[in-house]
């Protein structure tokens, strides 16, 4: 299997605790790569296989509000990446008591986008696995990825974490 791009943002919080958490896991077959304001759509031609890591702290993820909003200006950059060949997968974060009508909806912005423009995603997940009542992440009863509540039901990530990599190492090439 070629080496796994995981590409997040921000630092210092739970996506970043995630990351790490990843990396423990599958070591050298993994780059962490925190995103911040030169990376390209460059830095995603070098893999194959790419873990998005995105959280949702209001529309300001995506929506270019905030000036050190690491994602809202990368999103733009994938629009120039050559989508054919790789795999994506993303984990989103989330508070699904707090932002119940709102629930990981980043990772579903970014998600869609990412179907737009043709890209193979994988690691999708049930949403019975879930309590919630709405978020932009869903399609077809199933989450665009994996989201993770570390505010509220951080007890169960590393388990929904190992199972969803189980998964998609399965579908990385
Ligand atoms: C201002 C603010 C807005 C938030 N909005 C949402 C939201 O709309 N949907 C959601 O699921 N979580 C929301 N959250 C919860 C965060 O996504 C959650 O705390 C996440 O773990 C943050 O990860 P990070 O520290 O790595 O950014 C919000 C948190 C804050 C502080």
Known sequence: M?????FYAPAGGS?????????????????????????SAE??????NIIFGISTVGTETWAMESPGN????FMPELEKVNHQGKTYAIYGLGDHLAYAN????????????????????????PVVDYEFDQSEAVIDDHF??????????????????????????????
């Open 43 to 48: 830095d995603i031609e070098k893999y194959k």
């Open 144 to 173: 665009i990825g994996l989201p993770l509540d570390e505010d509220y039901e951080s007890e169960k990530t590393p388990e929904r974490l190992n199972q969803w990599l189980d998964r998609i190492l399965k579908e990385f090439s």
């Open 70 to 73: 690491h994602w809202a200006k």
């Open 2 to 6: 070629d080496k796994i791009g995981l």
């Open 102 to 125: 709102h629930f990981v909806d980043a990772m579903g912005v970014l998600g869609k986008e990412l179907l737009r423009q043709g890209a193979s995603i994988v690691g999708q997940v």
């Open 15 to 39: 996506v970043e605790k995630v990351a790490r958490m990843i990396k423990d896991r599958l070591g050298d077959r993994v780059d962490l790569i925190l995103i911040d304001e030169k990376t």
